[in-house]
């Protein structure tokens, strides 16, 4: 608190504050960039809500052949970890350059080049893998005794996981996955790289044609706002899932 | 021809050779109880007899079948006993009604009303009918096993396998549950239980086995085997046993 009024007083007794305050924090400017903006939030919105669903999918099927066990299943075991290593350890920026324009100059046929689908694809390819790591902590988080109960009632392997596993994993990684929702929520602002007109390539187009910054803040502030929802649920259920495991009630 | 037959089972965990070539045969309508030292291989051999573990040689029947057998699907003859374990393992995020009903509907196809409806019959006989909507945290460990019991039982398996059902229990909980065992076995139900309760073995089993470094040692009917045990090693654990009091 101290230090946010000694930061506040720092930055607008600066020699330089009268003009950052026109070209960042321009009330005029704000306005008339927030229509566009807008309507380029509406698109990473897009990417967020089939991102994430396709992530969730994804991500849980990579853990689930990541936790596969026996010799006979070690090639896909050693696929999943292959991809998990590789997408894990690449920046985002490089995968969606890869993706965005690698895939469009292959010039395969029903490939699609859209900016849209192939970033949210790159986007898919990274996250996947962090969110797969996610779900096999989780899925190894539920204790060897508890399948054992399950396959002992003639479950098969995919009963097993579908009624007793993952619903007890799932349980366990939920503040952990809306953490990583939260973090998604700003990289989906990354697809503008590719020039599709999201929320931050609006805003760079608007400072283009008026050499005003204000619409990046304007940006950045929604950016804000649609995480600030999540962030709190993340809290909440944190908070729950604490609260369940003192009472106790996990094996 | 014996419920449940172990012809030369051998189980090794890495170079820890567990069973040595163990010979069991279990009969329709009896009880066996295995007793032993921890770590003499009485969980490694209801593990394999359930097929939670392959064994490393020899041969697991049951009715007469080769169920160690690797074109048999094991998924479809566990389906056919029931297994109780040390620590419950009842599933936490369903209700106790759930994880009766589980086995039931999903892996024997029965409508969810039959299956219900057994269910609660079952909770009737252990008197835990106003618990069927409860987690199962909110039980207490005896209610808790004399549930994983009944969710055995309502696949009505061939043979029921009960490891150290007891172990983990308070003392004061131990009668509770084993006085369910003791009404399964009545009812004409074939058990194998590993057991620490040298009392209740003499009391309910036919027949009492020793198993001691992953061998049989010895095995014949309760008074026989603790009353005039005739291997040294049975009564050397016999006797550690009645110093630590638990032979009544």
């Excluded at chain 1, 920046?91 to 965005?100: F, H, N, Q, W």
């Excluded at chain 2, 039959?114 to 079952?122: I, M, P, S």
Aim: aromatic share 6%; glycine share 8%.
């Amino acid at each position: 608190m101290v230090f946010a009024v000694v930061a506040y007083l720092a930055v607008t007794s600066a020699p330089g504050w009268p003009r950052v305050q026109t070209t960042f924090f321009s009330w005029s400017a704000a306005v008339d960039a927030f229509p566009e903006i807008l309507k380029g939030l509406w698109l990473n919105l897009q990417v967020l809500l089939i991102g994430g669903m396709l992530i969730l999918l994804f991500g849980l099927l990579v853990a689930m052949l990541r936790t596969l066990r026996g010799p006979a299943l070690a090639p896909l075991r050693i696929l999943a970890t292959a991809y998990v290593d590789l997408f894990r350890g690449m920046p985002l920026i490089i995968v969606l350059y890869l993706v965005g324009f690698g895939v469009p100059a292959l010039r395969l046929q029903g490939v699609p080049t859209s900016s849209f689908v192939l970033g949210t694809a790159a986007i898919v390819l990274v996250y996947s893998a962090y969110v797969a790591e996610v779900f096999r902590a989780g899925i190894e988080s539920v204790h060897p005794s508890q399948r054992a109960a399950a396959r002992s009632l003639g479950l098969t392997y995919r009963q097993t996981m579908r009624i007793v596993v993952l619903p007890q994993a799932l349980r366990t990684v939920t503040p952990a996955l809306l953490n990583d929702f939260v973090a998604l929520q700003k990289d989906v602002g990354l697809i503008s790289v590719l020039g599709a007109i999201d929320a931050v390539r609006a805003a760079q187009i608007i400072v283009g044609q008026t050499f005003n910054f204000t619409p990046y803040v304007v940006a950045g502030l929604l950016f804000v706002l649609l995480a600030v929802p999540s962030a709190r649920l993340a809290d909440a259920v944190t908070a729950r899932a604490r609260r369940r495991q003192q009472s106790g009630s996990l094996l | 021809m014996s419920v449940l037959e172990l012809r030369g089972v051998v189980k090794a965990f890495g170079a820890n050779v567990v069973l040595r070539g163990v010979d069991l045969a279990v009969e329709e309508h009896r009880v066996v109880a295995l007793i032993g030292g921890s770590g003499s291989g009485k969980s490694t051999l209801l593990r394999c007899a359930s097929l939670l573990e392959t064994v490393d040689d020899g041969e697991v029947f049951l009715d007469g079948e080769d169920i160690t057998d690797p074109r048999v699907d094991a998924d479809r003859v566990r389906r056919r006993m029931g297994v109780v374990f040390q620590a419950y393992n009842l599933f936490p995020h369903l209700s106790v009604l759930d994880n009766v009903t589980l086995a039931p509907t999903v892996v024997h196809g029965r409508s969810r009303a039959v299956a219900r409806e057994e269910a609660h019959a079952l909770l009737a006989r252990i008197g835990l009918t106003d618990k069927a909507g409860e987690f199962p945290d909110r039980l207490s460990g005896g209610q808790q096993q004399r549930v994983a019991i009944v969710r055995a039982l309502a696949v009505h398996p061939r043979v029921l396998l009960l490891d150290e059902i007891t172990s983990a229990l308070d003392p004061e909980l131990v009668g509770e549950v084993l006085s369910v065992v003791r009404e399964v076995a009545a009812q004409g139900m074939t058990i194998v239980m590993a057991t620490h309760e040298m009392g209740f073995a003499r009391q309910v089993a036919d027949t009492v086995a020793f198993l001691d470094g992953g061998v049989l040692l010895e095995s014949g009917p309760p008074e026989q085997v603790l009353g005039q045990p005739q291997h040294p090693r049975t009564r050397q654990f016999l006797s550690r046993v009645v110093d630590a009091g638990r032979l009544s």
